[in-house]
């Protein structure tokens, strides 16, 4: 499995990158931790003439805290992300996500600015970054623009990225302190993608559920904000009527593939029970 | 396609090649170093038969190219071994403990399992399987495999290893 010949290019300043990707055109494409794409080149379903290779981009790494959000640089691996007390203690659902992504080797080279940029319906942190209501900071030869999370997917491997956009950052808002939060993931193995999996933050205050947010993983082309879902929610107990309502509602919007890992049914129902696992465990760890 | 010049150092020794950029890290050390030890299993990043530790990193060198390694300091089975010759406490315990039948998942998991205990010197039974979760062995069933770990991990803390009741 040899993939097809290429020129390859490591470029030390995202202006550069920009630069190169904007004069190769369809002829050039970013480079991250390559699990994604270099796949898909040794099948030659990716023939790229060119690799802009984003690792030795220093302003591309690590997280810094912002106001009241967290930025973290594009080339920041899953590994890394798992390792950091500022991500952990601030937005943890970004560890428990990252933990179920692959495999620890893949999780050393893999990053979040790829998993979010690529497109993949498969991919986790897409779905974490609309329940969190990140923004993406994006470099193109015009400069930079931010495009959030909730409008950047528009169908499979689809996103508002253009040719030659460099995707730099992840701007994320920190959720309230005691808010509740979980990332059910069904797969058929470690290493699979999702079967269905479902990402819920919410606050509780008084027994009640203040604010909830729900994404939805690998149940249609792009992932999903189950914004009716958790509009039902606010202001319950969480009592199984209620979750049941908010279950149909989220089934509602999925319109998943039948694949190997089953029937387009199964795995629509899969995310009400994913969403169901998530709802009760944020509500276990928020307080209030 | 113009070959780029990469230079790495593998096992401490520093090696300078000319590489055709498409060149993928495992044809590199194979083909073009003779160094046999990292194998190809399935080469679509699943088996992890491949894995290497690069800059502190396991990572299957199936799904990295050469020209990406340029600068790296690797080790692979071949540099795992004590500098006297004599076995490292992984490759004692996987001899043990049984821990391979046809081996060749072994060179994979060896070096996986090295960079584990690196980060984690005491991994309990289940951090141990998650940790290898990336290498698929199709003889053992994994039990010996993690005892062989579990053994490794005491010797190398001067404990004496006690093996589970079943």
């Keep these: 499995m040899i993939p097809g010949a290429f020129a390859y290019h490591r470029p030390t300043s995202v202006k550069d990158a920009v630069g190169l990707l904007a004069k190769l055109g369809d002829e050039g494409r970013a480079l991250a931790g390559g699990h994604s794409l270099i796949p898909m080149m040794k099948l030659r379903l990716a023939t790229p003439a060119n690799l802009v290779d984003l690792a030795g981009i220093a302003e591309l790494k690590g997280a810094r805290a912002d106001g009241n959000d967290i930025v973290i640089g594009a080339m920041m691996t899953q590994h890394e992300l798992i390792g950091s007390d500022l991500l952990t203690s601030k937005i943890p659902i970004l560890r428990e996500t990252s933990l179920q992504i692959a495999d620890p080797q893949v999780r050393y080279l893999g990053t979040l600015g790829g998993n979010v940029a690529n497109g993949d319906p498969g991919n986790d942190m897409p779905a974490v970054m609309m329940c969190l209501g990140a923004t993406y900071h994006v470099m193109g030869a015009k400069g930079e623009r931010r495009i959030a999370a909730r409008e950047f997917y528009q169908g499979a491997y689809f996103t508002a990225l253009e040719t030659g956009d460099v995707l730099t950052a992840i701007r994320i808002p920190v959720p309230p302190a005691g808010h509740g939060y979980a990332y059910e993931k069904l797969k058929r193995k470690i290493g699979d993608y999702a079967t269905a999996a479902a990402a819920v933050i919410l606050t509780m205050t008084g027994g009640k559920v203040g604010t909830c947010s729900i994404g939805l993983t690998n149940v249609a082309e792009t992932p999903l904000w189950a914004q009716d879902a958790a509009k039902i929610l606010v202001g319950s107990a969480l009592d199984a009527a209620t979750v049941k309502k908010a279950v149909a509602a989220a089934e509602a919007i999925t319109a998943p593939a039948a694949d190997a890992r089953g029937p387009a049914q199964y795995r629509t129902k899969m995310a009400g029970v994913m969403l169901a696992r998530a709802l009760a465990r944020a509500k276990a760890r928020a307080r209030g | ?166």
């Design chain 2, 1 to 166: 396609m113009a070959k780029s010049q990469v230079s790495m150092k593998v096992n401490g020794k520093t090696i300078e090649a000319l590489v055709e950029p498409r060149t993928l890290l495992i044809h590199f050390l194979r083909d073009q170093q003779n160094i046999t030890g990292p194998h190809i299993g399935c080469e679509t990043s699943h088996c992890g038969a491949c894995t290497v530790d690069l800059d502190g990193k396991s990572v299957k060198s199936c799904t990295v190219f050469a020209v990406q390694a340029n600068g790296a300091d690797i080790r692979t089975i071949e540099g795992v071994a004590n500098a006297d010759g004599t076995l490292h406490a992984l490759q004692e315990g996987f001899r043990e403990m049984h821990g391979l039948q046809c081996g060749f998942c072994t060179p994979g998991m060896i070096t996986r399992a090295y960079r584990l205990l690196q980060e984690n010197k005491n991994p309990s039974e289940e951090e141990i399987r998650f940790g290898i979760s990336g290498n698929l062995c199709r003889c053992t069933g994994y039990q010996n495999i993690v005892k062989a770990i579990q053994f490794a991990a005491a010797k190398l803390n001067g404990v004496q290893f006690q093996e589970a009741a079943e």
